[in-house]
């Protein structure tokens, strides 16, 4: 399709910095976009401006950040990140995507239990376990922020991740920073929401599984999503490495409280 080319362009070339044109093509008319629009970027005009100045001037600096980008992603680097989370006092949000669940739709003992497309996980919310969920990511990475006291969130649709966690960041600064596992797909799409709401970013690419293309993206932003999305073996150090580096400081968490859709560590 002609426009399609001609959005695809000008992300090609960074036209006036911005390299998600086509993400903000095929966007213009869906909910979520509307939700963003008049929820976040109109509610706080000032706030999007330089939220928007801030990824331009990013793109402007690193041409190279996106294309060269394969594994991880820090914004600002990975010392600030650090350093501005030891200020802050408040561990960053870990955020993960539903397509982690186990899934298998003709062996129900190899799916989660919780369900897919869904924010639910038994042992999040309960602290109870099934066979399956000692082979799910989540389960490994939910006992690790227990450990560091990190808050937990699976991520299921653009709407939802805007009102869950951007617009309560937004309106009342509660997750100043978050490390978040994404398709690379998504991951240029995340940055500027990130920026306007002033959060601190460490994200991380699945390394399979994930979504390749928008028509794929927005159908598992409607649940529709079949394959399991995982991370590499280099990416999962990292994560384990980020993770630890946080450990410590903090008292004993021995279960997590889930308030809406956010996991919270509780002593
Ligand atoms: S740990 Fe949670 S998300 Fe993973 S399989 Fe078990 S219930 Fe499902």
């Known amino acids: 399709m002609p426009m399609n080319r001609f ?24 909910e979520y976009a ?28 690193h041409k190279d950040i996106l294309p060269k ?3 991880f992603l820090s914004i600002p680097d990975e010392k600030s990140f650090f350093e501005s989370i030891k ?17 298998n739709p003709e062996k129900p003992s190899s799916s989660c ?16 376990t099934e066979a399956i969920c000692y082979s799910c990511a989540i389960y490994r990475l939910g006992e690790k922020c227990l450990e560091t006291g990190c808050k937990v969130y699976i991520m299921t649709s653009a709407k939802e991740i805007a009102r869950d966690f951007l617009i309560p ?22 940055i500027p ?37 995982s991370l590499g073996k280099a990416s999962w150090k990292k994560l384990l490495d980020l993770l630890s580096k946080l450990d410590g400081s903090e008292p004993q968490y021995k279960r997590f409280r889930r308030e809406g859709n ?4 509780i002593t």
């Not at 509307?34 to 401006?49: A, G, Q, Y």
């Not at 919780?114 to 924010?119: D, E, F, I, K």
């Not at 960041?169 to 995340?190: D, M, V």
């Not at 306007?196 to 028509?215: E, H, K, P, T, V």
Request: with cysteine; hydrophobic share 40%.
């Open 7 to 30: 959005f695809t362009y000008l992300d090609r070339i960074s036209f006036m910095n911005i390299n998600i044109w086509d993400f903000t093509y095929h966007s213009f008319f869906r």
């Open 113 to 128: 239990p919780s369900g897919r497309a869904n924010h639910d996980c038994l042992y999040l919310d309960k602290g109870q």
């Open 69 to 71: 980008f394969t594994k």
């Open 34 to 61: 509307r939700f963003f629009l008049f929820k976040v970027m109109l509610s706080h005009p000032f706030r999007t401006s330089k939220g928007l100045t801030k990824y331009r001037r990013l793109m402007k600096e």
């Open 193 to 229: 929401p990130l920026l306007i709401c002033n959060i601190d970013m460490f994200l991380m690419a699945y390394n399979s599984g994930y979504c390749r293309d928008f028509q794929e993206w927005v159908s598992a932003d409607r649940g529709i999503k079949e394959e399991i999305t």
């Open 87 to 103: 200020k802050q006092r408040i561990s960053p949000l870990v955020g993960l995507g539903f397509c982690l669940k186990p899934y």
């Open 169 to 190: 960041q937004i309106n009342s600064e509660k997750f100043p920073s978050a490390i978040l596992l994404l398709c690379p797909y998504s991951i240029q799409a995340i």
């Open 262 to 265: 956010i996991f919270s560590c």
